[in-house]
């Protein structure tokens, strides 16, 4: 995918109104979706999970979000509080990204317990 290229699910869908709060996006989807002349890239968004801004999920070393964790992101803060941890999900579907987030915790500790045994 160029820079100028939409993802094909965005191609099919170019109306946010079209996609369900709790539907899962990668990154490169939600930028086109959402800000498809920019600002904001899917490297924006990369920087701004990796920064504890956007609450994000990860499965199969792929990073996803919804438009409810979108939200999160652009709620405006004073810069003091930017670095603290996000503000909780509102809205329907907040429940699946918990428990999704959840899972990947889970299977992060498996993982770091099981290499540390070997």
């Known amino acids: 995918m160029t820079k100028h290229t939409r993802p094909d699910r965005v191609r099919t869908r170019p109306d946010p109104a079209q996609w369900h709060e709790d539907e899962l996006l990668t990154l490169g989807e939600a ?61 329907t579907g907040d429940q699946g990204y918990l428990a999704d987030l959840a899972q990947v915790s889970e299977m992060r500790r498996r993982s770091k317990e099981g290499a540390s045994v070997r």
């Open 31 to 91: 930028a086109a979706l959402y800000w498809p002349d920019g600002p904001l890239t899917e490297t924006t968004l990369r920087t701004a999970a990796r920064d504890g801004r956007l609450p994000i999920s990860q499965i199969a070393g792929k990073f996803f979000v919804t438009k409810a964790a979108l939200r999160c992101l652009t709620v405006c803060k004073p810069l003091g509080e930017a670095h603290r941890s996000p503000a909780p999900v509102a809205a």
